[in-house]
């Protein structure tokens, strides 16, 4: 990885952090979550970064991807586990990270445990191990602490534009035979359940997030116009369907739901947690060099 590419990872992880910060201390209870997004969302502009996907809130069971709708009513619910899961890029290059926060007493020891096992993933990382220690550490430290990692949730490298590149990192002990390399730069993101709990997502309804699938041509000039804003502005990063319906209005969303139905792009389920337990969730991205590894979203 060049200096220059290294500082843009960077880049956008100090803006990150600074938004986290931000949206920790702006989040409460009964506010509207549009509002909570938008605000976010603006925050990481006025910082000079851009998305790197929509601002993700997901509550209780909804372990991740959910985004509000252009008009939604939805509320901050404070007797659950609230997750704000951002990203940022500069000039492609990501960031990526999460918070939990609860104004329950109850739920409290699994946001301070979610947090906690992230940490100490991190601290035994280093060019050559394979992914699967890491999975080994976070299922260990859950367990003995009365807890467990949602296990078919995974951290995931990171690649220019691309959110998802190549690389899983489990969660749970694996015979995963990847290894952290010099050069990558990964999403780290252990899911906690109370240990009582089936540990396990399934597909929800779908979550207002989609993502560009095809440049193919198309002929109608409503598609092809607002296909080809999506590649101008986020190539293959997900987008938010209020972000088409601030620049087309109805008609955009019109004919967001025609290219959903083409095969175009395709729209991200939410993620359940399939007993109905709690999710807690804390996420940062660490950039892997031969002999330190930085957590850009920390910086």
Request: glycine share 10%.
């Amino acid at each position: 990885m060049s200096p220059l590419e290294e500082e843009k990872y960077m880049t956008a992880g100090r803006i990150l952090s600074r938004v986290l910060s931000f949206a920790g201390d702006t989040v409460d209870d009964g506010m509207k979550i549009l509002d909570l997004c938008e605000t976010i969302e603006e925050k990481i502009k006025d910082l000079g970064g851009l998305p790197a996907f929509p601002c993700n809130i997901s509550q209780g069971r909804l372990a991740a991807h959910y985004t509000p709708s252009p008009n939604d009513n939805g509320f901050i619910d404070g007797r659950s586990i609230v997750k704000i899961d951002v990203g940022v890029h500069t000039d492609g290059y990501i960031a990526d990270a999460a918070i939990s926060i609860t104004w329950n007493q109850a739920l409290e020891s699994l946001v301070e445990a979610a947090q906690e096992v992230l940490m100490l993933g991190i601290s035994v990382i280093k060019h050559g191990l394979r992914v699967s220690e890491f999975g080994y550490v976070v299922e260990g430290y859950a367990k003995a602490h009365g807890f467990k990692p949602v296990g078919n949730l995974a951290g995931h490298q990171l690649g220019k534009y691309v959110l998802h590149s190549g690389l899983s990192v489990p969660n749970v002990a694996t015979a995963s035979p990847g290894t952290f390399k010099a050069g990558g730069v990964y999403a780290l993101e252990p899911f906690l359940v109370p240990g009582h709990a089936a540990g396990r997502v399934v597909d929800g309804p779908p979550s207002n997030i989609f993502r560009l699938r095809s440049r193919r041509f198309l002929k109608d000039p409503a598609s092809r116009k607002v296909s080809e804003w999506i590649w101008d502005n986020f190539r293959s990063l997900p987008f938010a369907s209020r972000w088409v319906y601030k620049e087309f209005g109805d008609g955009g969303m019109e004919t967001l739901r025609a290219l959903k139905s083409r095969g175009v792009v395709s729209e991200y389920p939410m993620l359940l947690e399939v007993s109905g337990a709690q999710v807690a969730q804390f996420e940062h991205t660490v950039l892997v060099d031969k002999d330190k590894v930085l957590v850009t979203t920390m910086s």
